[in-house]
């Protein structure tokens, strides 16, 4: 089991920023096979893609939330990072890490989530 | 905006046999949207099932299955047991870098 840990606040005010950070163990997140992914889920609702980035900074962002969104990755540290600007009630949810594998033939479209992170809920009040 | 749908609830007696379904509002689903599938039970982390339209993945038994049927992602549970039941979800590839998932199945075994 690949351990990811989502860390950062669990309660933001609203119009400030939302910061979250993934530490990966026992992988590198330098490898060429993977991407490295957030994903968010309200309280009693579904699963929605943030986006993800690849060791060399390429990002993919929901384009609903990319204005307001930035991943950022360290590999120093074995790190990624969201940050989501703006916050309004809407985005409180449990915020999910993942590991994001490369298909074999690295097709484009080809990745999906394999080891999640146990989820950390983050919740938008004054 | 693209929108990826699935049933909203399911029923399926233990034993038997249950496919859920995955599409597209505009357009058909195929081998190149990469459907993935993936199961969550109250307050857990999703768990991987299916990647690549039908790769399952590790540790997943093989009563787990993918494919695509007709202009859908079709995931399919057979002989369903009991801890099958948990919310199902689907994610698309729809392109332009972007993945969506579908609003999720409530499968419930009785």
């Known amino acids: 089991q690949l351990p990811l840990q989502e860390s950062g606040p669990g309660l933001v005010k609203p119009s400030e920023t939302l910061s979250l950070t993934c530490t990966v163990s026992g992988d590198s997140i330098s490898t060429r096979s993977y991407f490295w992914g957030w994903i968010r889920q309200p309280p009693g609702k579904g699963l929605e893609w943030i986006g993800h980035?690849?060791?060399?900074?390429?990002?993919y962002y929901n384009p609903s939330l990319k204005s307001r969104i930035i991943i950022s990755i360290d590999t120093s540290k074995n790190q990624f990072s969201l940050r989501l600007t703006s916050v309004t009630a809407a985005d409180t949810a449990v915020y999910f890490c993942?590991?994001?594998?490369?298909?074999?033939?690295?097709?484009?479209?080809?990745?999906?989530?394999?080891?999640w992170g146990q989820g950390i809920l983050v919740t938008v009040s004054s | 905006q693209t929108v990826v749908t699935q049933e909203p609830s399911f029923s399926v007696s233990p034993g038997r046999t249950v496919t859920l379904t995955c599409a597209l509002t505009s357009g058909s689903v195929s081998t190149s949207s990469f459907p993935s599938w993936y199961q969550q039970t109250p307050g857990q982390a999703p768990r991987t099932l299916i990647y690549?339209?039908?790769s399952r993945s590790y540790g997943v038994p093989d009563r787990f299955s993918g494919a695509i049927l007709g202009n859908k992602a079709a995931l399919t549970i057979t002989g369903a047991q009991a801890d099958d039941e948990s919310d199902y979800y689907c994610?698309?590839?729809?392109?332009?870098?972007?993945?969506?998932f579908g609003g999720g199945t409530k499968l419930t075994v009785l």
């Open positions: 980035i690849y060791y060399d900074g390429t990002t």
């Open positions: 690549s339209t039908n």
């Open positions: 994610v698309l590839y729809v392109g332009s870098g972007i993945w969506v």
């Open positions: 993942a590991r994001v594998p490369r298909g074999g033939q690295w097709l484009e479209g080809d990745n999906w989530f394999d080891h």
